[in-house]
C-alpha cells in the first residue's frame, strides 16, 4: 500500500515504515504528525484517486530528527565583465518515517463541531442577512444578480448591479 500526500507543499510517494526528508515540520522530534492532504491512494491494486484530496484519508508519520541538507553552491558569473557572486545554502529538513496510512477514518478537528453550535443561537435571532456589494467584484456581483434572477445583469456596472441587487 502507497500514497502520494502533499507534506509542506511538495508532493510524496510514501510507503509505511519509509523514511523521508521534508521541509522542516512544527513539532518535537519524537512527536507524531498526520497529513490529511492525501491525493492518492493505492490498496494492492485498487488505486483510489481524490479529486483534489481523498476525505477522510491520512498519513501518520513520527518525526525522528530536524537537520540541516547538503550545502548548495550558487555561482553566478557573466564573462569578460569581471562579475562573480558564489552563495552558499543549506536547507533545514525534517526526517520522519511514516507509521500508517490509512483509507478511511480520519479524524478531523474537534473546531467545526464547535461551529455549528455558535452558529445555531444567531439564526434564530437575526432573521435577514444584508450583504455587502460594494466590497465584491463585478463577477461576485453578476452571480449574486443571477441568483436572485435579475434578467439582463451581464450588460451592467457594478454600481448598477449594486442599485438592482439592494431592491
Known amino acids: 500500500m ?4 502533499e507534506i509542506a507543499g511538495q508532493q510524496f510517494k ?3 515504515d519509509q523514511k523521508v526528508y521534508v521541509h522542516r515540520l512544527q513539532g518535537e522530534e519524537g512527536s507524531k504528525v498526520t497529513f490529511d492532504n492525501v491525493l492518492l491512494l493505492d490498496n ?3 488505486v483510489t ?3 483534489p484530496a481523498i476525505k477522510g484519508a491520512s498519513v501518520t508519520a513520527q518525526i525522528l530528527s530536524h537537520l540541516k541538507g547538503d550545502k548548495v ?4 558569473k557573466k564573462r569578460r565583465k569581471g562579475y562573480q557572486k558564489k552563495n552558499g545554502h543549506r536547507q533545514y529538513l525534517s526526517e520522519i518515517q511514516i507509521e500508517s496510512i490509512a483509507a478511511t477514518g480520519a479524524k478531523k478537528s474537534v473546531k467545526k463541531e464547535a461551529a455549528p453550535k455558535k452558529e445555531a443561537a444567531p439564526k434564530t435571532e437575526v432573521k435577514e442577512v ?3 456589494y460594494s466590497s465584491m467584484t463585478v ?3 453578476k452571480a449574486a444578480a443571477k441568483e436572485q434572477g435579475v434578467s439582463g445583469y451581464t450588460s451592467l456596472k457594478k454600481a ?3 442599485a438592482v441587487l439592494t431592491k
Open 2 to 5: 502507497y500514497a502520494i500526500v
Open 14 to 16: 510514501v510507503a509505511k
Open 44 to 46: 494492492k491494486g485498487n
Open 49 to 51: 484517486i481524490g479529486a
Open 73 to 76: 553552491i550558487v555561482f553566478k
Open 130 to 132: 444584508t450583504v455587502d
Open 139 to 141: 463577477a461576485q456581483l
Open 160 to 162: 448598477e448591479l449594486i
